[in-house]
């Protein structure tokens, strides 16, 4: 099974769309027969305005497509890219497929997770960066591969990583 | 000597996604010449089928017999058409790289097949981690509104057309056409019984074709240019077209290489236009040739091989994905089984027991294996519970692919396995070369 972190999810503050936000899902439904359709894209908006998405929000996005919380909560366990938990202000992503694997992706990975003092999955003390491990990203010829947030960092060595965790916020 | 690029022809000028570069270089012109010049629906199919296009996601399977299973009458409902830019694969990297690149070419591919499906409205299934292809994607859509090349009556042909962007959230399977179409629905995305197959039944009910993002770029290509020059492209009419190779691992120059389809695998690795041969003068150990799902070749099999859908498939193999992955002699060959065995297991959607149960089963045997904690009987077994998820007894062939890199690596190299499980140790690599220090 795709691997999450956590099926349930935690609970946090309530939930309400900023108007921005709720301009975009009526956009977003507009481009669908379905409302459930628009579900992944709704649920995108959620992780943008909260960086995560909490039992609450989840709920609230249930409420505004009309379909049940099980339902989004069991959508929301299988695809691997919400974070169903708060994450660090930068989520260091570490390719470990074959192609990074053989270009020595495992060396990268555990010279992080030493100089960071965290495993897969964790969070620094400081709230700066959270470690994850993904299956390939696409960035296979210059490799090994990583993304930090929404970026490509390729390829990536070391002391390159080393530099970029010093410059990040 | 190396062909003129196609497919990769814009790749490099400047400003390459912008409409206006586009455009001057004869962009939406073949869109013009089809929807105001007098073609019909069918005409567009039929030209598709004359140039031999074969489906450039994995199956190959030729892209206008396909789209002619879409019922004449389909009782009311729409058409849909679904751009699969999931590209999961692990190899793979050619479609973040014309999406990324040259946008436009994809779109005025997509809006032609459209018109061939009498299709109104179509979804581009993007992966997650491609915030950025998605983002140009979404700047090239609205310039081909603001153009008129979508909307309303495009170009005053009478034809509507409406594309939207559909971001995937992290999952290999979403790759699947039926699971891709789940996931679009809005729900986990675990592929369908079929049949009905998509062209009858497919997103919302309603008949869908699937395209991958290369094959909706070559649909520009075959009515910019014509089916027979299409077909004369490549090795035979049944591999015809340029084509985009992925090529990675132990070699000097990884990267997209385009070339005619058929192209020798030595000439990939070793030739100065592509990878220009192996890093640090390594000999080849093998090579996976179409993607973590195909099955490896060994240095043997490399000869004489075309880099095709029949040519691998005489191999045993398969093009898939085109993506070429190359090891060298220093790969532990059952490290490389049990980093692929980790991927087939994080990414099995657990829908049925054989696929749900084997897959972690198989890396937990070869992870035991690679670690030298391995028994007599182990590699018998991987044979065995290998024997028991594949041939088809699964809802779709993800655990056939699951089981292709742990078969063909123990038939081409069972003595490595069998050193493994007697030394407790790897036969070659890096670990080899540390535990013979410490050993
Ligand atoms: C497990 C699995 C993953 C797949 N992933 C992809 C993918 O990422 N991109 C893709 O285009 N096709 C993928 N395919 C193939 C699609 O199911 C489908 O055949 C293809 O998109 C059809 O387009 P084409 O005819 O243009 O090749 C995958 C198939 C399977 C079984
Ligand atoms: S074979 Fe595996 S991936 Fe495919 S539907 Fe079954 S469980 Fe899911
Ligand atoms: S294997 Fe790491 S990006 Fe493809």
Known sequence: MTSRRYAVLPAGRPAEFPPDARARIERILSRYPTKQAALLPVLWVAQETWGWISREAAEEVARILELSPAHVSGVLTFYTMYNLEPVGRHLLQFCTSISCHLAGAGGLLEHCRRRLGIDLGQTTADGRFTMVEVECIAGCDRAPSMMIDDAYHEPMDPSKLDALLESLP | ?439
Not at chain 2, 314 to 321: D, I, P, R, T, V
Not at chain 2, 373 to 401: H, P, W, Y
Request: with cysteine.
């Open chain 2, 1 to 439: 000597m190396k062909s003129e690029p196609v497919l990769l022809a814009r790749v490099g000028r400047e400003r390459s996604q912008a409409i206006d570069t586009y455009l001057a270089d004869g962009g939406y012109e073949t869109l013009r010449k089809v929807l105001t010049g007098g073609w019909t629906p069918e005409a567009v199919t039929e030209e598709v089928k004359k140039s031999g296009l074969r489906g450039r996601g994995g199956a190959g399977f030729p892209t206008g017999v396909k789209w002619g299973f879409v019922p004449k009458d389909t009782k009311g409902k729409p058409v849909y058409l679904l751009c699969n830019a999931d590209e999961s694969e692990p190899g793979t990297f050619k479609d973040r790289l014309l999406m990324e690149e040259d946008p436009h070419q994809m779109l005025e591919g997509q809006i032609l097949s459209a018109f061939a499906l009498r299709c109104h409205t179509s979804y581009v299934y993007i992966r997650g981690e491609f915030f950025h292809g998605a983002r140009v994607l979404q700047r090239a859509i609205d310039e081909a509104y603001e153009k008129g090349f979508l909307g309303e009556n495009i170009l005053g042909s009478g034809f509507s057309h409406d594309v939207t962007v559909h971001r995937g959230a992290g999952a290999y399977i979403c790759g699947e056409e039926t699971g891709l179409i789940e996931s679009l629905e809005g729900k986990r995305g675990q592929p369908r019984v079929k049949p009905p197959f998509p062209a009858v039944v497919g997103v919302f009910g309603a008949p869908t074709i699937v395209n991958n993002v290369e094959t909706l770029c070559c649909v520009t290509h075959v009515l910019k240019r014509g089916a027979d020059w299409f077909a004369k492209i490549g090795r035979n009419e049944k591999n015809s077209g340029p084509k985009l190779y992925c090529l990675s691992g132990h070699v000097n120059r990884p990267g997209v290489y385009e070339a005619p389809m058929g192209l020798q695998m030595k000439e990939l690795l070793f030739g100065d236009d592509y990878g220009r041969g192996m890093k640090d003068g390594r000999k080849v150990k093998a090579v996976i040739p179409g993607g973590a799902s195909a099955a490896m070749l060994t240095a043997g099999e490399i000869e004489d091989c075309p880099l095709d859908f029949d040519g691998l498939a005489a191999k045993k193999s398969m093009l898939g994905s085109a993506a070429i992955i190359v090891m060298n002699e220093d790969t532990c060959i059952v490290d490389a089984a049990t980093n692929l065995a980790k991927f087939f297991s994080h990414e099995s959607c657990g829908q049925c027991t054989p696929c749900r149960e084997g897959t972690p089963w198989l890396h937990r045997v070869l992870s035991r294996i690679e670690a030298g904690e391995g028994r007599a009987e182990d590699v018998e077994l991987l044979e065995k519970i290998s024997n028991q998820m594949g041939n088809g007894i699964t809802l779709c062939v993800f655990a056939d692919a699951a089981i292709a890199p742990v078969l063909s690596s123990i038939g081409k190299f069972r003595d490595e396995y069998r050193y493994h499980v007697e030394n407790k140790r790897c036969l070659v690599g890096p670990r080899a070369a540390v535990e013979a220090v410490t050993a």
